[in-house]
């Protein structure tokens, strides 16, 4: 099990209200431990174990952004 952060720049996220949206789905994802949202730089950055990228990305899709 290995510990990982991965980190995503999603253009679209603006307000309080995205980062509710985004964080609420991609805390979902399997392995997720902790998910930081910075409006100012539009970053969001996941720690977990065993974490997939792909489910991270489906998840943000889901809230209704795209990760670049
Ligand atoms: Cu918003």
Redesign the pocket.
Known sequence: MSVQELSYTIAG???G??KAAVTEEVEQVVGVDAVEVDLDSKRVVVRGKNVSDDDVRAAIREAGYEAA
């Open positions: 996220m603006s307000c209200h995205c």
